[in-house]
C-alpha cells in the first residue's frame, strides 16, 4: 500500500514531535512492505508569519488531497492577546471544519509501566482504559453569533453554543459503533440541569441508543464527571460529549495516562468511497513553547497518533497494533522523557522516537 500523508508540524514543539512521528511511520511501513509519499504544509503561527493566514488555500488543499493529515501543534504565546480569528488556533479549527472531522476520539489508557508517573494513586488509575468521544465541528467552538462588542461598562462578549439534532445522531452513533468494539458501555456527558443544548443532547443520544441495544448507555453531569474521571475511572469504558467539555475533560485524561504528552487523538468524519476514514491524527497536547526547541518533549502522544492513523485511515490493524507494542515497549524499558519521571536520566524526544523504531 502507498501512504500519502500530510504533515503539518505546526507551532513550539510540533516540529519534534512530528519528526518522530514520520520516523516511526517510516519504519513501520518499511517493516510491512508500504511505502509512505509525505508532503508537508503550513498550519498555525509558523503559517501566519510565512503567509499571513493560519490556514493557507494551499495547506488546505493539500490536505483534502492526502489519505490522511499528521499534525503536530498549534499555538505561539506571542498570539496570546489576538482576537479568535486571528490566532494560530483558528487554522486547527478551520481544518478540522473543511475536512468534516466531526468525531474526535481520545484514548485514556492507565499504562502499567507509567503508574508511578500519575500523581493519583496507583491503585485508583490501575487498568483504567476508556475513550472520550469528543463532537469537534460544532458547539460553542464554532457556533454564531460570537464577537465582543460595545465599550466601557457597555462592553459585551457574546458566544453560542449551538446542536443540531443530525449533528448529535451522528455522533452518538459513532460513540455506540465504538462502544460495541470495546466494553459496550456509553456515558453521555452533559449539562443538562442548566442548557437547553445540553437537553436536546441528552434527548437525543437517549433516542439513538435504542438502535444499540446491546451497548448500556448512562449520563452523567459534566461537573461531576470530572470529579468522577480521578475518584472512579475504571467506571468509564466510552465517554462521548460535545466539543468543549471534551477539550477540557481529555486534558484532565491526561493525569490518569500519566502525561499530557502520551495521548493520541484521532479525528474522523465521513468514509471516502474506498471505506477509509477522512483523518486527522493529532496528539492532544498543545504547542509548549516553553520547552519547545529543546529535544525534551514526549513524541509518544504523536507516534501512538500514527497507530490510529494505520487503523482508521488505511485500515492496517496489524501495523497500528506493532506500534502501540512498541509504545509500551519503550515505556517498560525507562527510555522516556523528563514529564514522565523515569528512574534514570530522562531521554530525548529523538531518542525516545529511535527507541520506538529500534523496538519495531
Ligand atoms: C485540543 C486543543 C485545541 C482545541 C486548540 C489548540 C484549538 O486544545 O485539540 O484539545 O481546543 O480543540
Ligand atoms: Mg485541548
Known sequence: MNLNVLILPGDGIGPEVTAEAVRVLRAVAAKFGHTVTLHEGLL??????????????????????????LMGA????????????????????????????????????????LLDS??????????????????????????????????????????????????????????FHLARGRRRKVTSVDKSNVLENSQLWRRVVTEAAREFPDVELDHLLVDNCAMQLVL??????????ENMFGDILSDEGAVLAGSIGMLPSASIGDRRPSGAW??????????????????????LGAIGSVAAMLEYSFGLKEEAAAVNRA???????????ADLKPPGPPATTSEVGQAVCDAL
Open 118 to 175: 500519575s500523581p493519583l494513586k496507583n491503585h485508583l488509575v490501575e487498568g483504567t482504559d476508556m475513550i472520550i468521544v469528543r463532537e469537534l465541528t460544532g458547539g460553542i467552538y464554532y457556533g454564531t453569533p460570537r464577537g465582543i462588542s460595545g465599550v466601557g461598562a457597555e462592553e459585551r462578549a457574546v458566544n453560542t453554543m449551538v446542536y443540531t439534532r443530525p449533528e448529535i445522531e451522528r455522533i452518538a452513533r459513532m460513540a
Open 327 to 337: 509504545i509500551e515497549a519503550v515505556l517498560a524499558s525507562g527510555k522516556v522523557t
Open 44 to 69: 498555525g503561527g509558523v503559517a501566519i508569519h510565512r503567509t499571513g493566514s493560519p490556514l493557507p488555500e494551499e495547506t488546505l488543499q493539500m490536505a483534502l488531497n492526502a489519505d490522511a493529515t
Open 74 to 113: 498549534v499555538g505561539l504565546p506571542e498570539f496570546d492577546s489576538a482576537p479568535p480569528d486571528q490566532r494560530p488556533e483558528k487554522g486547527l479549527l478551520g481544518l478540522r471544519k473543511a475536512l468534516g472531522v466531526f468525531a474526535n476520539l481520545r484514548p485514556v489508557k492507565a499504562f502499567a509501566a
Open 232 to 241: 472512579n475511572p475504571r467506571r468509564f469504558d466510552v465517554v462521548l460529549t
Open 278 to 299: 477522512v483523518g486527522l491524527y493529532e496528539p492532544v497536547h498543545g504547542s509548549a513553547p516553553d520547552i519547545a526547541g529543546q529535544n525534551k518533549a514526549n513524541p
